[in-house]
């Protein structure tokens, strides 16, 4: 029974580092400066929600499935601690959270059911930008994702470290 504890509570140190790491990556001001995501609840939102798929894309590919259910638990602890901050008090919270969950795996949904950058640029048009054209900043997003990816597939991920690769450079996109 112990050791089971102790599993857990590795698990949930794991989880927290893995979070703590993709957070800090989806707050980039990048992402709400050069590429325009609205920097309101909605649109930093949409950014974790890009971040944790990815995360957990990887970490369901490495077969670290209890580590991808315990930073589920994580990330949507972090969204019901936002909501409380907030002032959304316990009422609304059940249907807030639905509203949330839904929106979360819809997200997932639409990211892995994109079969080449054009159809990611869509579901990211469709979702980050709501429903706003596939433009520019849409095409750097996605090619971002596409080398987030690769860098994360050579992350020490067992050791709790992600690498989302670099940030693409503005300038070159001019």
Not at 32 to 46: I, Q, S
Not at 93 to 113: E, T
Request: no cysteine; aromatic share 8%; proline share 3%.
């Amino acid at each position: 029974m112990l050791n089971l504890l102790r599993k857990s509570a590795a698990r949930k140190e794991f989880a927290a580092r893995l979070e703590s790491q993709l957070v800090a990556r989806a707050r980039a001001p990048f992402f709400f400066r050069d590429l325009e995501v609205p920097d309101t609840m909605d649109g930093r939102f949409d950014m974790v929600a890009l971040h944790g798929w990815l995360v957990l894309e990887r970490l369901k590919i490495a077969g670290m499935n209890d580590e991808a259910q315990a930073l589920m638990d994580g990330l949507f602890i972090s969204f019901d601690e936002a909501l409380r901050e907030q002032g959304t008090g316990d009422m609304g919270m059940g249907r807030r959270m639905k509203a949330i969950a839904n929106a979360f795996f819809g997200r997932l949904a639409a990211y892995s059911g994109a079969k080449d950058e054009a159809a990611l640029a869509e579901a990211l048009a469709k979702n980050v930008w709501r429903g706003g054209p596939v433009n520019a900043r849409t095409l750097v997003l996605a090619i971002y994702v596409a080398g987030a990816r690769a860098a994360l597939e050579q992350s020490a991920l067992a050791n709790g470290h992600l690498d989302f690769g670099p940030l693409p450079d503005m300038k070159d996109e001019q």
